[in-house]
């Protein structure tokens, strides 16, 4: 795929990022630790994706990236990294995805970085970009996977929740939204493949083209997550369902996901055109001219429109 440059657009973006102190820090590479349960597989308790494997059954991959917990390049290859863990280890039944932090699952991919480093990427084994290859290998792993939502799951945090198993959602702290088109672009990581099947067209379309946000309660009666559950018992609630599948038999817990995903899952090739639309549509004028408006309003760093970003998107005038 060709490398392209945002012209003034990466100027300004690029800008932004070093005035902001708090842009947050790429991913550090995690190394395996085969020794007690619940030792941390990263290098250090700072690392920006943490597995940690609760049982030989039962593991947990920790997004720790503040202030908005942004996924670019970096974060993909790390994510890469630790779904071959998963795919290698035949022990493993079941993965929960959660954050460390406040306020955010996912923010959304990472805007500030210059786009050729997206485009650079090398291929995944699917023979697609490793975004859309991240999501189509996570749909199809034999564990079963699961989300916890606490906070804000924007963008690449709505698609990988929606390319996981399950999705489980604070009644009070979860948004969920696909705010690409209010941003004058195409979402890339899947949901157009993802979502109709999941919530039907009609909810599909005005997720992805009303481009608002949904709190856990309107996401549930949706379908869009699993449940919507008090705060206070999503967690608990989440390792229950977890250690519960951990002890099953790995054999008819594989079978019967394979024959779910055989009924429900997209094809893999409606994934790339995904992709390939958002690399096209975000090079556009007019999507450049929305995504700067939105970085001189604060997008990418902590405050405001993080926080109410489908408010922000509407507001954005020609």
């Known amino acids: 795929m060709k490398a392209f440059k945002f012209g003034k657009l990466a100027v300004l973006l690029a800008t932004s990022a070093m005035l902001c102190s708090s842009t947050p820090v790429f991913a550090q590479t995690a190394k395996a630790s085969d020794s007690v349960n619940t030792q941390s597989l990263a290098a250090e308790e700072t690392a920006k994706i943490r597995l940690t494997r609760k049982s030989a059954a039962y593991w947990q991959v920790t997004f720790n ?11 993909v290859r790390e994510l890469v990294k630790i779904l071959e863990r998963i795919e290698a280890d035949p ?33 995944g084994p699917t023979g697609m970009h490793p975004v859309p290859d ?18 804000r799951a924007s963008g690449i945090g709505s698609e990988l929740a929606l390319a996981a198993d399950m999705r489980f959602a604070s009644s009070e702290n979860a948004v969920l939204s696909q705010f690409e088109v209010g941003a004058g672009f195409v979402p890339g990581g899947g949901p157009m ?60 817990i594989v079978e019967t996901k394979k024959l779910v995903d055989r009924a429900s899952m997209p094809p893999q090739e409606e994934m790339q055109p995904g992709w390939d639309a958002f690399i096209t549509s ?24 993080e926080k109410n970003l489908g408010q922000y998107t509407a507001k954005y005038q020609e």
Do not use: W
Request: glycine share 8%.
């Open 91 to 123: 022990k493993v039944k079941v993965v929960v995805f959660d954050s460390t932090v406040p306020g955010f699952f996912i923010a959304h991919y990472d805007l500030l970085k210059p786009l050729e480093d997206s485009t650079g990427m090398e291929p």
């Open 193 to 252: 493949a993802y979502l109709p099947r999941l919530v039907g067209r009609g909810r599909a379309l005005e997720i992805l083209i009303g481009a608002d946000d949904f709190n856990g309660e309107l996401a549930e009666r949706y379908g869009y997550v699993n449940r919507a559950l008090p705060d206070a018992e999503l967690d608990r609630f989440v390792d229950a369902l977890a250690t519960r599948i951990a002890s099953f038999d790995q054999h008819a």
């Open 282 to 305: 975000v090079q556009r004028p007019a999507a450049q001219a929305r995504v700067k408006a939105l970085v001189e309003k604060g997008l990418q760093r902590p405050g405001d429109v």
């Open 65 to 75: 990236n503040p202030p908005l917990n942004i996924i670019g390049p970096a974060e």
């Open 134 to 151: 991240l999501m189509v290998r996570l749909s199809r792993l034999k564990a079963v996977t699961i989300v916890s939502i606490r906070g």
